[in-house]
């Protein structure tokens, strides 16, 4: 019994979905290098002022740290090409076979945007408040009576370091005349 052979198969499409699900790792290898091209190529067309001396200036760091993604990039890429595989998740405290828990993430980016909304208008140390008391409730807990407290000394604690021990300026509101 003969059979006809009509030339196409499915078979390259379905190895090659597999050989790409096997090797799956290799998107991160591709975000690494974007990021790395994307970071040097900033770094490389930033202004430095003429009057900078010494071999250390502002593009240092920004050159150090692209060309480590693109070093990465490649290591992970020739792992991966080798056989090399991620370790799947082993934490004792997450259970794979559950949902991913949607209202919590969509309170948390709620809370997040709410912050970065009322910075301006009502200045970091409410607006910080807000985001640490808005991420605890989000995150499980209901102690009403002592978390309100603590995201007001976490936010004023860190108004005082980011504004007056670090110099960075940030927005203080309406109640910052009144301490």
């Given at each position: 019994?003969?059979?006809?052979?009509?030339?196409?198969?499915?078979?390259?499409?379905?190895?090659?979905?597999?050989?790409?699900?096997?090797?799956?790792?290799?998107?991160?290898?591709?975000?690494?290098?974007?990021?790395?091209?994307?970071?040097?190529?900033?770094?490389?067309?930033?202004?430095?002022?003429?009057?900078?001396?010494?071999?250390?200036?502002?593009?240092?760091?920004?050159?150090?740290?692209?060309?480590?993604?693109?070093?990465i990039a490649a290591l992970l890429a020739v792992d991966v090409l080798r056989g090399g595989r991620g370790q799947a998740e082993s934490g004792e405290?997450?259970?794979?076979?559950?949902?991913?828990?949607?209202?919590?993430?969509?309170?948390?980016?709620?809370?997040?945007?709410?912050?970065?909304?009322?910075?301006?208008?009502?200045?970091?140390?409410?607006?910080?408040?807000?985001?640490?008391?808005?991420?605890?409730?989000?995150?499980?807990s209901r102690r009403f009576d002592r978390d309100p407290l603590i995201a007001a000394v976490l936010s004023l604690a860190t108004y005082a370091v980011?504004?007056?021990?670090?110099?960075?300026?940030?927005?203080?509101?309406?109640?910052?005349?009144?301490?």
């Amino acid at each position: 019994m003969t059979t006809q052979s009509t030339g196409t198969s499915p078979a390259p499409a379905t190895e090659r979905r597999s050989w790409l699900r096997d090797h799956s790792e290799l998107g991160v290898c591709v975000l690494l290098l974007v990021l790395g091209v994307l970071v040097l190529t900033d770094a490389l067309t930033m202004d430095v002022d003429i009057a900078q001396r010494g071999p250390v200036g502002p593009r240092t760091v920004p050159l150090v740290v692209g060309g480590g993604l693109l070093v990465i990039a490649a290591l992970l890429a020739v792992d991966v090409l080798r056989g090399g595989r991620g370790q799947a998740e082993s934490g004792e405290d997450v259970d794979l076979s559950e949902p991913a828990d949607w209202r919590t993430v969509a309170l948390l980016t709620g809370v997040f945007l709410g912050a970065a909304v009322l910075i301006d208008p009502l200045g970091f140390p409410v607006a910080g408040a807000l985001l640490f008391w808005g991420a605890a409730f989000a995150l499980g807990s209901r102690r009403f009576d002592r978390d309100p407290l603590i995201a007001a000394v976490l936010s004023l604690a860190t108004y005082a370091v980011f504004n007056n021990l670090l110099g960075v300026p940030l927005p203080g509101g309406p109640l910052m005349g009144a301490l």
